[in-house]
T-cell receptor, first 109, second 111 residues
């Protein structure tokens, strides 16, 4: 079945540093979605990318969808303590989503 | 307010007991999902339902059962056959093919 791999598993950064998490699918995706889960909370939808090579920005967050629609990245510029949490990518597989294992981000102030 | 509710927030169960977790949504979504999350881990799909009176097994369905008698409700039963049930259980819904909205989750602990 379809697999979605995400790296790194864990990253600890100093406040103000940048952060990037990468997502790779074993198959071509019709779209890719990103979610954020705060510690102790539930996943919250951030964004969906649909087009090949698409780039979308949300304030300090930049999302990219690869040209082949098999990989994606989330980049955070100048991290803040409010960015802590786990970031998941997910791609559709029929009627369900396949989630990556997530990247845990910790920010030192 | 539209959303997804899960109850209870915390649940304790003795070994050998069945327990049912509630999930209700008023978003008029057709599809509903149950995930399990272990500490520091990702989301694993237990069951999902695209329409009332129909549901499919996910990746880790053994030891769990569901029903979908109403569009708004998708309860999950953790049976005594589930060998390691202590986990964080998340319910989600979507229109099918659209982003999923998650409930606040239920933390189940087996004593």
């Amino acid at each position: 079945g379809q697999q979605v791999m995400q790296i790194p598993q864990y990253q600890h950064v100093q406040e103000g540093e940048d952060f990037t998490t990468y997502c790779n699918s074993s198959t071509t995706l019709s779209n890719i979605q990103w979610y954020k889960q705060r510690p102790g909370g539930h996943p919250v939808f951030l964004i969906q990318l649909v087009k090949s090579g698409e780039v979308k920005k949300q304030k300090r967050l930049t999302f990219q969808f690869g040209e082949a629609k098999k990989n994606s990245s989330l980049h955070i510029t100048a991290t803040q303590t409010t960015d802590v949490g786990t970031y998941f990518c997910a791609g559709p597989d029929g009627n369900k989503l396949v989630f990556g294992a997530g990247t845990i981000l910790r920010v030192k102030s | 307010d539209g959303g997804i509710t899960q109850s209870p927030k915390y649940l304790f169960r003795k070994e050998g007991q069945n327990v049912t977790l509630s999930c209700e949504q008023n978003l008029n979504h057709d599809a509903m999902y149950w995930y399990r999350q272990d500490p520091g881990q990702g989301l694993r799909l237990i069951y999902y339902s695209q329409i009332v009176n129909d549901f499919q097994k996910g990746d880790i369905a053994e030891g769990y059962s569901v029903s979908r008698e109403k569009k708004e409700s998708f309860p999950l039963t953790v049976t005594s056959a589930q060998k390691n049930p202590t986990a964080f259980y998340l319910c989600a819904s979507s229109m099918g093919g659209t982003p999923e909205f998650f409930g606040p989750g239920t933390r189940l602990t087996v004593l």
